[in-house]
Antibody, heavy 124, light 108 residues
Framework: QVQLVESGGGVVQPGRSLRLSCAASGFTFSSYGMHWVRQAPGKGLEWVAVIWYDGSNKYYADSVKGRFTISRDNSKNTLYLQMNSLRAEDTAVYYC?????????????????WGQGTMVTVSS | DIQMTQSPSSLSASVGDRVTITCRASQSISSYLNWYQQKPGKAPKLLIYAASSLQSGVPSRFSGSGSGTDFTLTISSLQPEDFATYYCQQSYSTRLFTFGPGTKVDIK
């Protein structure tokens, strides 16, 4: 069963750090690019970061650049998001998602598998 | 950066209605446009990829069209389980993905 399970969320004070994890199972994790997407309470989806299948490239949304770091351990089938200097506006449900690059030979770069999400609340 | 807009932001419809949602990109994205459905408290679900291709397992009442900057998601006959929020997403820029603001479909 293809599955992504996030963990590590919680309540943290502004300025502090938190690390999220996303455990993958049921597919060859090392073959896929992986993303973090967040959703503030009552708001829409915001893409946060991507890491290529081999970890060679990483890209970030401007809102988190310099504060968040995406990484992966393909030997553990796990994706991470290190969040530093947290702000109130980082409060959100954080989802990890698998990127499928092609479907039936068509280039798509779509997010076909999502985790259930983990809540991060930044508050004093 | 590529900006995505959607219209309407919300709509009320009845079971059996035909529903159309529009998504516009700030620059041409060819057919690199995906649609997601999200129900309250749940993760998003991929419905349509590459503007018009139906993801496996998605009912055929969902369809997508468009290319360049203008795209549409159509639900041909709205079912009770379709009441949700729908998001478009551009995947033309694979260094900075962008979602639209969403369209909430609720019961009239």
């Amino acid at each position: 069963q293809v599955q992504l399970v996030e963990s590590g969320g919680g309540v943290v004070q502004p300025g502090r750090s938190l690390r999220l994890s996303c455990a993958a199972s049921g597919f060859t994790f090392s073959s896929y690019g992986m993303h973090w997407v967040r959703q503030a309470p009552g708001k829409g989806l915001e893409w946060v970061a991507v890491i290529w299948y081999d970890g060679s490239n990483k890209y970030y949304a401007d809102s988190v650049k310099g504060r968040f770091t995406i990484s992966r351990d393909n030997s553990k089938n796990t994706l991470y998001l290190q969040m530093n200097s947290l702000r109130a506006e980082d409060t959100a449900v954080y989802y990890c998602a698998r990127e499928v690059i092609t479907i039936f030979g068509v280039a798509v770069h779509a997010f076909d598998i999502w985790g259930q999400g983990t809540m991060v609340t930044v508050s004093s | 950066d590529i900006q995505m807009t959607q219209s309407p932001s919300s709509l009320s419809a009845s079971v059996g209605d035909r529903v159309t949602i529009t998504c516009r990109a700030s620059q041409s994205i060819s057919s690199y446009l995906n649609w997601y459905q999200q129900k309250p408290g749940k993760a998003p679900k991929l419905l349509i990829y590459a503007a018009s291709s139906l993801q496996s397992g998605v009912p055929s009442r969902f369809s997508g069209s468009g290319s360049g900057t203008d795209f549409t998601l159509t639900i041909s006959s709205l079912q009770p389980e379709d009441f949700a929020t729908y998001y478009c997403q551009q995947s033309y820029s694979t260094r900075l993905f962008t979602f639209g603001p969403g369209t909430k479909v609720d019961i009239k």
